[in-house]
Nanobody
Framework: VQLQASGGGLVQAGGSLKLSCAAS????????WGWFRQTPGKERDFVAA????????YYGDSVKGRFTISRDNAKNTMYLQMNILNPEDTAVYYC?????????????????????WGQGTLVTVSS
């Protein structure tokens, strides 16, 4: 499975960006999707996750109410709409897909729950 993240860029504080993550490859089923972010010298932090059905979504405390995760199963694509961005949101954003069974729910907040990772897309928020 290959994941291709896109949509990063430079935006002013208060602005918006929408990230996309497209999955491709041989036959697979994505049980859940996730977004994480990382800044230099720090661990990869959980941002958001969504179940295959879309019925369950999870957000990190710092982005709750500002970011919205969604997915289009027909396109094997996931999205992250980011609003009211602030400089603390500056990071490389990584998308992830879980194709193995089990460890859903709250486990989706942990990077070890995912099987595949995209290459990352840089988001820079200027003050």
């Amino acid at each position: 499975v290959q994941l291709q993240a896109s949509g990063g860029g430079l935006v002013q504080a208060g602005g918006s960006l929408k990230l996309s993550c497209a999955a491709s490859g041989r036959s697979f089923s994505v049980y859940a999707w996730g977004w994480f972010r990382q800044t230099p010298g720090k661990e990869r932090d959980f941002v958001a996750a969504i179940s295959w059905s879309g019925d369950n979504t999870y957000y990190g405390d710092s982005v709750k109410g500002r970011f919205t995760i969604s997915r289009d199963n027909a396109k094997n694509t996931m999205y992250l709409q980011m609003n009211i961005l602030n400089p603390e949101d500056t990071a490389v954003y990584y998308c992830a897909a879980k194709t193995s069974v089990g460890a859903l729910g709250g486990w989706l907040r942990y990077s070890v729950s995912y099987d595949w990772w995209g290459q990352g897309t840089l988001v820079t928020v200027s003050s």
